[in-house]
């Protein structure tokens, strides 16, 4: 293992990934169950996690929404990234007024708030669902990897290797498949790392404001939303629980894309 590797960080995501994807395995009751008698429940026997306001059983609702959380972080991250590298590496292959032009349009659109953008594209497409809100986070935060795939692409396009499959014939999407992609793709990889933390930070964060995943729709952003409820009820329970989780998993995903940063760094300068 490499010196500096956070192997704490990966192990803990996997953990916690594992036990989302196998959510069906692990609760205790059904998270969705509003045992009314049971409302604001501190942690017990019964209820490891205690219970919200509508006596929803915290522990079995952390992990089935942890998994509606990280299915939005990575799906949004997938559309991100998709978009990043066609736009990005369009713009940079093309001639030098199509680049401008790309590029300009990417500028303005980085220039809008990425929640005030957010927030625009929802209020279009419709009820926030965890489909929709994944596409509206996805299509809202490709620019800055674009950029980067362009540079990228700018300093590889004018290789020896790329030229000589641009005069055998090869078409665009062959060279971007063979001779661009496996070039770049390390050096935005800690960039695709981050977007999956940026997109989980994105749903927590509208939800939590009322303008995302709507409250019978679990995740730890919906469950976070309320938070102010519980408070003023003094059931601490029902915020510590998703926000420890949400916090853990958001440290180990910083943790993975600074290490990809810097290995990313130390293969440019032995270039």
């Known amino acids: 293992m490499k010196k500096g590797f956070p192997g704490i960080s990966l192990a803990v995501l996997t953990i916690v990934v594992a036990c989302c994807l196998a959510c069906e395995i692990i609760m205790t009751k059904d998270p969705a169950y ?4 049971n409302g604001n429940t501190a942690p017990c026997r019964t209820f490891l996690f205690g219970t919200d306001a509508m006596g929803r059983d915290l522990f079995s609702m952390i992990w089935y929404g942890g998994r509606v959380s990280l299915f939005i972080g990575f799906f ?15 713009s940079g292959y093309a001639p030098a007024w199509i680049d401008g032009a790309i590029m300009w349009l990417t500028d303005i659109v980085l220039s809008i708030p990425g929640l005030l ?4 594209l929802q209020a279009v497409l419709g009820s926030a669902g965890a489909w929709g809100l994944a596409v509206v986070i996805g299509l809202t935060s490709w620019m800055s990897m674009a950029k980067v795939v362009r540079t990228e692409v700018l300093q590889l396009k004018n290789t020896d290797y790329v030229l000589a499959a641009s005069c055998l014939g090869g078409g665009f999407f062959h060279i971007l498949r063979r001779h661009l992609a ?5 050096s935005v990889l800690f960039m695709v790392v981050m977007n999956v933390r940026n997109a989980i930070v994105a749903e927590s964060t509208l939800s939590f404001m009322g303008i995302g995943l709507p409250v019978e729709v679990i995740s730890w952003g919906s469950m976070l939303s309320l938070s102010e409820n519980a408070l003023l009820s ?5 915020v510590l629980a998703p926000g420890i989780f949400l916090v853990m998993t958001l440290l180990c995903l910083t943790n993975l894309g600074n290490y990809l940063r810097k290995s990313g760094n130390k293969r440019h300068s032995n270039l």
Not at 76 to 90: E, F, H, K, N, P
């Open 34 to 37: 509003m045992d009314l008698a």
């Open 117 to 120: 953008l957010t927030v625009f």
């Open 234 to 238: 003094r059931s601490w329970w029902t």
């Open 182 to 186: 496996p070039n770049f793709i390390p």
């Open 76 to 90: 949004a991250t997938l559309i991100s990234t998709v978009t990043a590298v066609l736009v990005g590496s369009v």
